[in-house]
Structure formats: structure tokens, C-alpha cells
């Protein structure tokens, strides 16, 4: 299948007796994970990738992905069952890939306000599981803060990070044009995903508008043709099962089977860390404490570095959980920031419309993206929006109406009815706007000071709600899609507003905040804690501001860019 | 107006209190859904479907053996609502066929289970805006609703659905975006 080659060269650390000292340690197999196991790996340092979950292998762990329609029990509808216990995980899990998600049962957390904490405690974390949008940010994004003054500057631009985003996108393989505007920056592309008639209808007329609204191919991290040993992607459009093709980019496609490779990686899954372990003396971490997922056995490691990429919120409990001496309110906290500012990107606003026209066009093969367009609010004086900041982009896609919709539109019974239904429907076309959130110090995560989890380990405490400026710009981002669906011709046009919780679009961030001053940020421009130089932080939680483009690409390209930096300092002895 | 129009109409001018709904109504919504009737009535959940889609030249419902689908959906996926409106209406279709055809359904001509479905299908679009949605989330959806909703999933989804009546592409391999197509072009079952 897809010319895959099993992971050769990967230590599985099941006892940790004869081995406990490390050249480095990652704390987490996501997405940043991944990618901070893989550089230092063929940096040469022997590098212990720890995961609180269980093995994911490529290929081999994918239970779901070849399965058909009629494969499933429960064709695909989530079970009462399922939904009950897991009232957080089933808004995403399906029955394909229910398994690549907690149970929230065992993993309980405490919600201030409704906040969806969707996870997925295995190797290879959410980078199974993931939408595989893969979009730069700009100057527009990394200026943001000290323009208008929310959160903190951010310590580096684009020059900073423009080549290093270029490497990343070379090894992961991204599906995109080039089209050169300014604040959405090209990449490094292979093909693009062709657009479908309405799409290509729609770009045009938009084009012929508006003067700063592109429509443009989704940039995705799937395959369109064979890369690095990996795909190409096969269009069937069932990434979140796992892919046997390797078609997309996860942790287990990619990253995880290179770090392999080089001879270096120890991997031990079922390893929670609880702590991150200081030396009062020299004030550098000496290592990490475990709690085994199964035994509940507490164990210790050592290394000269430690990247902790968990996630945003995971990665800033265990910050919390480790106090001593030195940080009583949790490590390299001085500046009192840990734990504050937590964005998601808000989604799920925008418009739908019907077209009619095209009736002899159709397409074949599944895609896994759909069209983007850019920002266009507040990227210039002329664009500038009277009644909020920063901007949102939209996500689309054209279909013609299939039978999950026709079904419940208002049709009767009998021959018409299935002549109805397995007949190509109408047109139509779907766009949803992914909006910026505003860094806000109310929005936090901290640690309950009493309850706790199975593991004897604090009940994180998540106090997130949305704030006016969000409010605002939803209202705009389901005006302005309506309005593009009416410019391009489409009737029936109905705007929606589907969740505006927390969670949803499981893009959490903010919450170790990079920058330059130590007193008011956890990290600095190479994403190394001000306060323990030994310790790197490359997940979301780094991030100053989110923009409002998908941001799992900038996480790999920082953590990319911080292994580089670690390592150099550990060359010249600084470390 | 009949008197659940009537108590829906209060509801929603008043904001609704659940309480002036009588015992025994909530009684029928909420109890523990009789799955064993649910059980015996496969042939009668057969032919219902076959009437929604029925075979033609293509498969049709009981070539999918979507009976057994919508049993299972009912249990697993139903909310205690559907599965109750569900139950309660196949006794009413028992219970017209009978008092309108003097027969059970199963027995009765194509064009008789046409009509009785017809009129179940009439009562689900007694309400309808505002009122229907707000008829939806207290009392949940009608009998055809539920029937349609669960006929259509299991048979869309089943072999025969996808592969004989719509199109199924297991490994499409490539994507085309934009292709000509022919005036009996059939949906994709999946996307």
C-alpha cells in the first residue's frame, strides 16, 4: 500500500531501568512533537519522545480506514451510548475515529463556561486526527499585538521564520497554489486540489468584484502526488481514520518513522509526565517524573533539554504541577503569565446557498479541502472595519446536494422520492468563517486545588468565554458571505451560526506566551523559557496571538526553528 | 386545531412550561421503549420502507435488508423520543391499516399501504415553521420522520444502496473537479 515502509530503528523504552538519562526529552507525539523528536533525532542527540497515551503505528493501527459504509455497525450515526458518555469527544469522534479520541469519562476536566476540550491520547496525538489546513502567517499577524495593543508583541516577524517555514513545508508536503498576497505568504507547494465547477465559477465572479477577496485552493497537508515515500493522497476523504496511503501528514506518517531512522529515538508510550524535575542549584531542569498511564509506577528521566510540546492546556499543567523552591507557582513562572490568555479560533459562522446552472457537471474522487479565502478585513487602512480588529478567513466548498441532503428536505415518498435521491441534486455552496480571537489575561487555565484525576494529578480548571470583538466580527463574517454568495449568483442564501463555544475549533493556544520582555512572557524568541534555558515550549501555547489561520504549520516551523537554536546552544556549552 | 396544536400554540407564546402536557403523554415519550415489538415487526418495518424506496430498476429497501438496519440505528443512535415515536407509530399503522382496510399492513395491496403511508406522512406535516420546530424538540419528530430519516441512512449506506442504486467509489485515486456527465448520472453515496 502507498510503497509504506514499517519504522525501522524505534526503541520502545518499556522499563526505563538500564535507560534513564537522555541527551533530550519531548514531552508529547503531536503534532510539535513529532517534529521536535525528528530534529533533535537527526541532530544526533538520543532523544526520549514520551506519550501519555497508548502506540499508534502507522498503518498497522488504523482499524477503521478501510472499512465501507456498510462496514459499520452503527453506519456512522454516534450511538446514545457513546454520546453519553462522552459528551465533549462525539461533537468530533465518529464511529471511524471514535477511537483516536479520550474518553471523557476518564479524563474529567472543569469547564467556568462551556469549553469543548477535544484530545487524543495516543502517539501521534491530534496530528491523527487533524483538518490538514496548513496556512503561513504575515507580518499582519505577527505585528498585531503591539499595533493595537492586545497581548504581547510578538518577539519575532516573518523574515524570522519565512525560511524555516520553508522547511517544514518541504519535508510535510503541502497541496497549494502560489498567489502572491501579502498577508497570507506562499509556500512551498506541490499541486493543488483542483477546484469543482461551483468553485471555479465562484472564484471568478468574486474576482471580478471585489478587489481584495481571492478565492483561492485550499493549502492542505495531503498528498497530490507521492512525497518522500508517502502517498499520494488517494481522494477518499477518510484522513481522520488514519491513512494507510500516508496521504496526509501525522506524526506517525512522518515525523515519528524519520526520527526512527536515524537510530535515536526511544519512544514510551503510557508515560504521563507530572513534573517537570529543576536543579535549585543551577536553576535548569535535570528531567521529568512519569506516572505510568497503566501501573501508576512513578519513574524519573534526565536529559540536557526538554521541549514539552503536550498541547497548549496539557503543557501548561504540567508548568502548574511543577513547583518548587525556586517557582512556587509553577515552573519558569516569575512573570506570573502561565496559564493565561488561552485563544481558540471561533468558527462555525457564515452562509450557505443553492445554484442553479451546471447540471451536466459533476466531479469524481473525494477531496479533503476545499477552497480558502484570505482575510480581508483590517489589512489596510482602506479595509479597515468600523466595528472590530484583526479579521477572520473563510473556509468553502462547493458539492452538488447528495442524499444527506436531500432527505430532509420536504419531499414525499416512492419512486420520486429515490429517483430524487440518487440523482446529483443542486449546487451548492458552503463557507464558514475561522476568525482571530483576542488574547484576554480572563481567559485562563489553571489548577483545581482539590480534585483530582485517576492519576492523584490535579483536575485542570478551563475558564474560557469569547468577548465582544468575536461577537462583532461573526456578525460581519455571516453578512459578507452572504453577500459573496449573492454577488456569484446563488439563491436560497441562508447565513448560520452553528457553536460559539470554546473548543470547537480545537485550536487552542496562548497560554506560555512568547515575547521579549521576561516579565510580562514565559518564552522567548526561540521559544526557550526565560526562566529555565533548558526548557523549550513549541506548541500552541507560545503563541502571542493566533491570527486566524490554522496554525499547526507555524507550531512546526517554530519547533523546527527552536531545535536548530537548542542545539547550537548545547554545542557552545550554554545549555 | 386539535388539542396537541393547541398546547403547542401555548408553548410557544408563553415560552412554554413542559408541565401542561398530561401524564400520560410524557408517560408514552419517556418511558422504556418496548424493543421487543420493535423485534417482531421487522416485516412490517420492511414493507413500510419498501414503500419509501422502492425497488425499481435499481435495488430497493428490502433488497438492503434496511429492516435490520433500522432496528439497530433505533436502538444504538434513537434518542428515548425517537424510539418511542417510533414504536407508538408503528402500532398506529397497525391500528389504521386495520380500522381504515380491515387488515394489518402487511397484507395490504401496494397501492392501500400507499395511502396509509400517505396519511402518516400528511399528520408529520401538520405543523410547520416556528411551531413544527418547536413541536420537534418537545414532543421530537413525527412517525414518517423518523421512518424516512432511518430508511433513507440505512439504505444509502448499505451495499445495495451504494453500489446499485447510487454510485460508491471505494478508491477513487484521483480527483476531477469538473467533468461532463449524463442526464442518468447517479449521486455518490459518499463524500
Not at chain 1, 512568547?514 to 534555558?533: A, E, I, W
Not at chain 2, 410547520?128 to 449506506?157: D, H, M, P, Q, R
Request: hydrophobic share 35%.
Amino acid at each position: 500500500m502507498g510503497g509504506q515502509q514499517k519504522p525501522a530503528g524505534i526503541h520502545i523504552n518499556n522499563n526505563g531501568q538500564q535507560e534513564q538519562t537522555y541527551d533530550a526529552i519531548v514531552v508529547g507525539s503531536g503534532i510539535s512533537g513529532g517534529w521536535a523528536a525528528k530534529e533533535l533525532c537527526e541532530k544526533g542527540l538520543k532523544t526520549l519522545l514520551l506519550e501519555r497515551g497508548r502506540n499508534v503505528e502507522h498503518i498497522k493501527d488504523y482499524p477503521t480506514s478501510m472499512m465501507r459504509p456498510w462496514d459499520f455497525a452503527d453506519r456512522m450515526e454516534i450511538s446514545q451510548k457513546y454520546k453519553a458518555e462522552n459528551p465533549i469527544q462525539s461533537i468530533v469522534a465518529n464511529e471511524g475515529s471514535k477511537h483516536f479520541f479520550v474518553n471523557d469519562q476518564q479524563h474529567p476536566y472543569i469547564q467556568q463556561n462551556p469549553f469543548y476540550w477535544i484530545r487524543g491520547y495516543q502517539v501521534g496525538g491530534r496530528s491523527l486526527t487533524w483538518g490538514r489546513q496548513t496556512y503561513r502567517l504575515s507580518d499582519l499577524d505577527f505585528e498585531a499585538n503591539l499595533k493595537d495593543g492586545y497581548g504581547e508583541d510578538w518577539p519575532i516577524r516573518y523574515q524570522d521564520i519565512s525560511s524555516w517555514y520553508d522547511y517544514v513545508e518541504k519535508f510535510v508536503g503541502i497541496s497549494g497554489r502560489a498567489e502572491g498576497i501579502p498577508h497570507l505568504p506562499d509556500g512551498i507547494f506541490l499541486p493543488p486540489m483542483e477546484m469543482n465547477c461551483i468553485e471555479t465559477h465562484f472564484s471568478e465572479k468574486i474576482k471580478a468584484h471585489f478587489k481584495e477577496r481571492f478565492v483561492i485552493h485550499g493549502r492542505v497537508a495531503n498528498l497530490s502526488k507521492g512525497w518522500g515515500g508517502r502517498g499520494p493522497c488517494q481522494y477518499r476523504n477518510l484522513c481522520d481514520r488514519g491513512c494507510p496511503f500516508g496521504g496526509y501528514f501525522s506524526s506517525n506518517s512522518a515525523t515519528i518513522p524519520f526520527a526512527a531512522a536515524t537510530g535515536n529515538l526511544t519512544l514510551r508510550p503510557h508515560a504521563i509526565v507530572s513534573q517537570i524535575i529543576l536543579d535549585e542549584q543551577s536553576g535548569k531542569a535535570r528531567g521529568v517524573r512519569i506516572i505510568d498511564e497503566l501501573t501508576k509506577e512513578s519513574r524519573e528521566f534526565f536529559a540536557r533539554i526538554i521541549f514539552l510540546n503536550a498541547s497548549t492546556i496539557a503543557t501548561t499543567s504540567i508548568l502548574l504541577q511543577s513547583v518548587s523552591k525556586r517557582f512556587t507557582n509553577g515552573l519558569g513562572n516569575s512573570s506570573g503569565q502561565i496559564g493565561l490568555n488561552l485563544m481558540d479560533h471561533h468558527s462555525g459562522a457564515g452562509a450557505s446557498g443553492e445554484y442553479d446552472g451546471y447540471e451536466n457537471q459533476y466531479y469524481s474522487g473525494r477531496r479533503p479541502t476545499g477552497i480558502y479565502i484570505p482575510r480581508f478585513r483590517n489589512i489596510n487602512d482602506q479595509s479597515r472595519h468600523p466595528n472590530f480588529i484583526r479579521g477572520y478567513g473563510y473556509q468553502a466548498g462547493g458539492q452538488r446536494t447528495d442524499w444527506m441532503g436531500i432527505m430532509n428536505a420536504d419531499n414525499t415518498f416512492g419512486e420520486s422520492y429515490k429517483n430524487e435521491l440518487t440523482k446529483p441534486g443542486p449546487w451548492t455552496m458552503w463557507m464558514g468563517a475561522w476568525g482571530e480571537c483576542l488574547p484576554n489575561p480572563a481567559n485562563t487555565v489553571t489548577l483545581d486545588p482539590e480534585r483530582k484525576d485517576s492519576w492523584g494529578l490535579p483536575l485542570i480548571n478551563i475558564n474560557f468565554s469569547y468577548g465582544e470583538n468575536e461577537r462583532v466580527m461573526r456578525q460581519d463574517a455571516k453578512e459578507s458571505a452572504a453577500e459573496m454568495l449573492e454577488v456569484a449568483g446563488f439563491r436560497k442564501i441562508q447565513t448560520f451560526d452553528y457553536d460559539f463555544t470554546g473548543g470547537t475549533t480545537v485550536h487552542e493556544m496562548g497560554t506560555a506566551r512568547m515575547g521579549l520582555n521576561p516579565k510580562t512572557s514565559v518564552l522567548n524568541k526561540f521559544n526557550q523559557m526565560h526562566d529555565v534555558k533548558n526548557v523549550f515550549i513549541t506548541d500552541g501555547s507560545c503563541m502571542p496571538s493566533g491570527g486566524c489561520q490554522n496554525p499547526s504549520l507555524t507550531y512546526m516551523a517554530l519547533t523546527a526553528r527552536a531545535c536548530d537554536y537548542a542545539v547550537g546552544e548545547l554545542k557552545k556549552n550554554n545549555l | 386545531m386539535n388539542r396537541k396544536n393547541a398546547i403547542l400554540s401555548i408553548f410557544c407564546l408563553t415560552g412554554g412550561v413542559v408541565a401542561t402536557y398530561s401524564g400520560w403523554e410524557w408517560y408514552v415519550l419517556y418511558k422504556t421503549p418496548d424493543f421487543r415489538y420493535l423485534d417482531e415487526n421487522k416485516d412490517l418495518i420492511a414493507d413500510l420502507s419498501e414503500i419509501i424506496i422502492p425497488r425499481t430498476n435499481t435495488p430497493g429497501a428490502k433488497d438492503a435488508k434496511v429492516q435490520e438496519t433500522i432496528i439497530a440505528l433505533i436502538k444504538n443512535t434513537g434518542d428515548r423520543k425517537t424510539q418511542n415515536n417510533f414504536i407508538e407509530g408503528l402500532k398506529s399503522v397497525e391500528s389504521y391499516s386495520l380500522s381504515i382496510f380491515k387488515n394489518p399492513f402487511i397484507l395490504l395491496s401496494t397501492p392501500q399501504q400507499n395511502e396509509v403511508l400517505m396519511h402518516f406522512f400528511k399528520k408529520s406535516k401538520n405543523f410547520s415553521g416556528n411551531l413544527g420546530k418547536a413541536k420537534n424538540k418537545i414532543l421530537g419528530k413525527s412517525f414518517f420522520e423518523i421512518l424516512k430519516y432511518y430508511c433513507t441512512v440505512a439504505f444509502c449506506t448499505s451495499e445495495p444502496g451504494a453500489t446499485g442504486a447510487l454510485s460508491y467509489d471505494y478508491i477513487p485515486g484521483k480527483y476531477n473537479g469538473c467533468m461532463q456527465v449524463s442526464a442518468d448520472q447517479r449521486s455518490w453515496a459518499t463524500k
